[in-house]
């Protein structure tokens, strides 16, 4: 009788640590999972990446990738000037089985089509028409 009561404690005990044990650690999972700050931290975090990617977006809008400077209306027109007449020589000299030579073209050398004073400085136009005619040679030559 002696044993089945001792039994019948140690079952118990083993029981009620294990009870126990199970409690504390559902408590603590609970806990990890309920995180009352974790939206709020969600919502801070997706804020500064929606920043961050605005930030990089204006920061793309004013890069001078060309390096030579200038404002975005000269740039954009120099470029734009020259790409429609490179394209326009790059198609003539494939049309006629000349070689590839964008050098020799009188638009190139002169770089000044669409050219007005209120852009400001005429070298940095016309190394921006080069650019853009550079590219708009190529393109015509190779047939796009």
């Given amino acids: 009788m002696k044993t089945s009561l001792l039994t019948k404690k140690v079952i118990g005990v083993v029981f009620g640590f294990s009870l126990l044990l199970g409690i504390g650690m559902s408590s603590e999972a609970k806990g990890q999972w309920q995180d009352p700050n974790w939206q709020r931290d969600q919502i801070r975090r997706q804020r500064e990446y929606e920043r961050d990617q605005r930030r990089r977006n204006r920061d793309y809008r004013n890069d001078d990738r060309y390096g030579y400077g200038g404002s975005f ?12 007449e490179g394209i326009k020589e790059g198609r003539k000299d494939r049309s006629r089985g000349e070689r590839f030579e964008y050098r020799d073209e009188e638009d190139y050398r002169n770089a000044n089509t669409d050219y007005n004073s209120r852009f400001g ?20 030559y190779r047939g796009y």
């Fill in 73 to 84: 209306q000269l740039r954009q027109t120099a470029l734009n000037a020259g790409y429609n």
């Fill in 121 to 140: 400085n005429r070298a940095l136009y016309q190394q921006y028409f080069r650019q853009g005619f550079v590219n708009g040679y190529s393109d015509g």
